[in-house]
């Protein structure tokens, strides 16, 4: 740590922040799976007692370079007296964490991570819920949080809680998902390819295309145990197109030129460029107002205007068990904003909180340009704002 604080950096993201403290003596993990040679039991190395030790010790270095940030991942830490442990203010242990609530949404667990049935694997009002656990850590307690949908670790979230299918529906709902980022409290993290919203590989890529370790031994293991049946491979590979942290290690899309200005031409880059690079690049979306990117540039300015709601508000749940539509309220001390999201495709009622009237909103966004009252447009975000 000596060394790059000396060289002047002064954030650190850490990973598995929690996994630094073994049960000692290498117990067994219980059989929870008879499927698997191999059980998971995160008590076994997940947040053990001496964690406030090991933090404790990087806190008294940092804290002799001025001012510093941490934030560290935080797998398998789902209770709020477990996650204020680690971004406590009083406890001096880290600044944030990255809870995994939300990108958990549509997986199956730790198990077999990649084994997902096609096809939708999720439901709105899981997500819901995810978004709550997140945004309650600041409620009442001088806890933080962060915002984040991808990371190296995770599929394009376009291809997860929108819609990639169509070039429409890929615009649709990448500004649909930068609604929701940019109106949650906590520090937005943003990865690259997201901005412009790059999605998933296509379905047609064959496991020669895929690069990661992970993915490789797990249809390896499908493979094997199957003893290479044709269906059970293309369930694989199914799976694999919706999870595989594959897709968020494609090469981003600069331009239209053959490896996507990843690198020169006739280069060979490590993994091959997407194939709707021509269409969905940077170049082209930087000079369009309408494009992903600039709907990203838009609301980021409104969450710096509107901080004190979009940064720093509680947020309070609209309607959340909905199949289609998610609406939320966040509450500051003078103002407050009301936010709706159409999941789906399709037009969709909407109906606002008995407590508000129209006459007392003030429309701050929406994803289509305009606003048609009462209804949400196919993957449509609106927000406005209330002095109430």
């Known amino acids: 740590m000596h060394f790059w604080l000396r060289k002047g950096i002064d954030g650190f993201r850490i990973d598995v922040v929690n996994m630094y403290d073994k049960a000692p003596g290498l117990p067994d993990a219980p059989i929870t799976n008879k499927n698997s040679p191999y059980q998971m039991d995160v008590s076994l190395f997940c947040n053990g007692p001496r964690m406030g030790h090991y ?29 204020l442990r680690y971004v406590s203010a009083a406890a001096k242990q880290l600044n944030m964490v990255f809870q995994f609530d939300v990108v958990g949404v549509g997986r199956p667990g730790l198990d077999d991570d990649l084994d997902i049935a096609p096809g939708d694997n999720w439901a709105v009002p899981d997500l819901a819920k995810a978004v709550a656990n997140t945004q309650n850590l600041l409620r009442d307690s001088d806890g933080w949080t962060t915002v984040f949908l991808e990371n190296h670790d995770q599929a394009r979230s376009v291809s997860r809680w929108g819609s990639d299918a169509t070039e429409e529906s890929r615009v649709r709902s990448a500004k649909l998902l930068a609604t929701l980022c940019a109106t949650l409290s906590g520090t937005l993290f943003i990865y690259q390819g997201q901005e412009i919203g790059m999605v998933n590989a296509p379905p047609s890529w ?18 094997q145990e199957s003893g290479g049946d044709p269906k ?6 199914a799976s694999l197109q919706r999870l595989a942290r594959d897709h968020s290690r494609i090469p981003f899309s600069w331009n239209a030129s053959p490896n996507a200005g990843f690198t020169i031409d006739g280069a060979k880059p490590w993994m091959r460029v997407h194939d709707n690079h021509r269409l969905v690049k940077a170049k082209q979306q930087i000079a369009d107002k309408d494009s992903v990117l600039s709907f990203w540039k838009r609301v980021l300015f409104l969450r710096k205007k509107y901080a004190d709601v979009l940064v720093h508000g509680i947020y309070e749940p609209v309607l959340d068990q909905h199949a289609d539509v998610y609406m939320y309220i966040k509450k500051g001390t003078k103002r407050s904003t009301i936010v709706a999201l159409n999941f789906s495709n399709k037009e969709q009622t909407m109906t606002l909180p008995a407590a508000v009237s129209t006459s007392d909103l003030t429309l701050v966004i929406s994803s289509y340009g305009d606003y048609v009252i009462d209804k949400l447009r196919s993957f449509e975000a609106v927000v406005w704002l209330t002095n109430k």
């Open 206 to 223: 064959t496991i020669e295309e895929y690069k990661d370790v992970a993915t490789i031994n797990n249809y390896n293991e499908k493979k």
């Open 232 to 237: 059970v491979l293309a369930y694989t590979m």
């Open 55 to 83: 933090l404790t010790e990087m806190q008294s270095v940092l804290s002799q370079y001025g001012v510093t940030m941490t934030v560290g991942e935080l797998p398998a830490t789902w209770d709020r007296a477990g996650l």
